[in-house]
């Protein structure tokens, strides 16, 4: 399998310079370390994946279902 991704045939894939690789390396774990990164992951947390098939109120919107339920009732 060819993960290159050349654009066209016969060009050859370089390689990224070694102080390049390094320096999107620290990028990229000074930006995972980020205060924002760290908020959106205690954010994630608070709730899992399943409180979204079973919220609070027992509805997906309480707005909308209290607009559905004075509809109901007109």
Do not use: Y
């Amino acid at each position: 399998m060819d993960l290159s991704f050349a654009r066209l045939h016969g060009q050859h894939v370089t390689a990224l310079p070694v102080e390049l690789a390094v320096l999107l390396v620290g990028v990229a774990s000074r930006q995972a370390a980020s205060p924002t990164a760290r908020m959106q992951a205690a954010i994630d947390r608070v709730h899992p994946a399943g409180a979204l098939l079973a919220p609070l109120d027992g509805c997906f919107s309480a707005v909308t279902a209290g607009a559905l339920r004075r509809w109901k009732e007109e």
